[in-house]
Nanobody, 112 residues
Framework: QVQLMESGGGLVQAGGSLRLSCKMS????????MAWYRQGPGKQRELVAE???????NYADSVKGRFTISRDNVKKTVYLQMNSLKPEDTAVYYC??????WGQGTQVTVSS
């Protein structure tokens, strides 16, 4: 059974940075595409970034140039480095793994 545990959320001022982490257990990880999603207040959950086993990355247009997804196959962890944060980045951020597995989410709040 795949388990995902996010961490690293918090409150930050606009222009600031945060790094989210998602540690996976119960699956190989090395061969899995991993992704970060977010759900803002009153909004649908949306894809933020994803990374393939070969570390090719795709980003939502709204975060390109500001966010970076990366992975550490030894630690079975995927990261989301978020820079130049904006109030509209405020959301619960979720990690998605294989077999449509999801973490519990971590809150990111960006104040103006």
């Amino acid at each position: 059974q795949v388990q995902l545990m996010e961490s690293g959320g918090g409150l930050v001022q606009a222009g600031g940075s945060l790094r989210l982490s998602c540690k996976m257990s119960g699956s190989a990880f090395r061969g899995d595409t991993m992704a970060w999603y977010r759900q803002g207040p009153g909004k649908q959950r949306e894809l933020v970034a994803e990374i393939t086993p070969g570390s090719s990355a795709n980003y939502a247009d709204s975060v390109k140039g500001r966010f970076t997804i990366s992975r550490d196959n030894v630690k079975k962890t995927v990261y989301l480095q978020m820079n130049s944060l904006k109030p509209e980045d405020t959301a619960v951020y979720y990690c998605r793994g294989p077999f449509n597995s999801w973490g519990q989410g971590t809150q990111v709040t960006v104040s103006s």
